[in-house]
């Protein structure tokens, strides 16, 4: 099987060759490359994804003040960050306390520029485009309702407005969502993605469960994503994914109302444990399961190795892509063999391996 016959027998709940593999890399060492090979020979999923901002042509670098630059970014805030340092600081938001909704205007989701993917010209991203399906399953990706309007109303301020202003909070969902929807459909159409779909990311829970309650979601979320996802399968899309961080258990069942197909990453140390959810929605597609927050980076290997196999013996039949969060700096390069070889050997479906 090709990597795209493989992830769609599993999404089909049909028995793949092998069990498929999505790994992202926070970036993958190359002093693994000997023991493991490269990524793109055992990972059979790949994310594409445009310039999804509101407002790409603000973008621009303001000051710099010693070892600190000032960015006004496409999401309309003004940032402050320090060389070499992973987070910046926002210091202004595009939706401030008592902006005018309806005053703030978004560019528009067709201009060409947002789907370049980096390349110089339309031609060019078109073949590398035909050439990553031809070795993995590609997806499209937007962001969701949720994160994305924190990033242009700001995060505490958002969580206030469910709080206390749920009809304001959902209106800025609802054109957090029409936007993203009309980029998606773009990514569906330009990436010809028909036939396999496109992955929301939204970040909406932490360990604890999600950042509001299932009612909040409800009222406020919930008509964003059936906006979202009947948007992306009217457009062609055969499946919609659902990717989110921590544990979003008491918001299934609407996620699944609503269309979601599949659910990433299940982690297993935020509550999302792949077996119990396995049980609890046979129907659903498990994209996951392994934890790199907790047996990767501490094992030992025998556990490593039976978490792996207990995900692998419930994706016999499909319905399952095994895979972790991502894989960061913190995980040996022992542990991740262990998981990586229990996959070649005990993931091998054609060969009816079980060791």
Request: one cysteine or more; a negative charge.
């Amino acid at each position: 099987m090709t990597s795209e016959e493989r992830v769609l027998a599993a999404c089909a709940f049909e028995r793949p060759d092998r069990i498929p593999r999505f790994d992202p890399f926070w970036e993958f060492p190359e002093s693994w490359r000997e023991a493991v090979g490269s990524p793109e020979e055992f990972n059979d999923i790949r994310i594409l994804w445009a310039d999804e901002s509101p407002f790409p042509s603000r973008a621009h670098l303001i000051k710099e003040e010693g070892d600190c630059a000032y960015h006004a970014d496409s999401w309309g805030r003004v940032i402050r960050g320090r060389r070499g340092a992973y987070f910046h600081e926002i210091l202004e938001v595009a939706m401030p306390e008592g902006t005018d909704l309806d005053a703030v205007a978004f560019e528009s989701p067709k201009d060409d520029a947002r789907y370049l993917l980096g390349y110089a010209t339309e031609p060019e991203r078109d073949r590398a485009v035909e050439e990553q399906k031809r070795n993995c399953c590609v997806f499209g990706k937007t962001g969701g309702p949720y994160l994305r309007s924190t990033f242009w109303r700001g995060e505490t301020q958002f969580l206030m407005d469910i709080a206390s202003d749920p009809g304001l909070a959902r209106a800025i969902a609802e054109k957090t969502a029409r936007h993203l929807a009309a980029v998606g459909v773009e990514e569906i159409r330009r990436f010809g993605l028909e036939n396999t779909g496109v992955w929301i990311y939204d970040d909406m829970a932490h360990n604890g469960g999600p950042m509001f309650s299932p009612a909040s979601f409800e009222s406020v979320f919930l008509p964003a994503y059936r906006c979202m996802i009947r948007s992306y399968k009217e457009a062609g899309a055969r499946y919609v994914f659902l990717h989110s961080d921590g544990d979003i258990r008491p918001l299934v069942d609407m996620l699944i109302d609503a269309g979601i197909d599949g659910v990433n990453p299940l982690e297993r140390r935020a509550g999302m444990d792949i077996l119990q959810i396995r049980r609890r929605y046979p129907r659903l597609i498990l994209v996951g399961g392994m934890c790199n927050s907790d047996a990767l980076v501490n094992g030992p290997v025998e556990r490593i190795e039976r978490e792996a196999r207990e995900i692998i013996d419930i994706g016999r039949d499909g319905g399952i892509v095994i895979g972790t969060h991502s894989i960061g700096p913190d995980v040996p390069l022992e542990h991740y063999l262990a998981y990586h070889r229990t996959c070649l050997t005990h993931g091998d479906f054609a060969h009816g391996l079980r060791r």
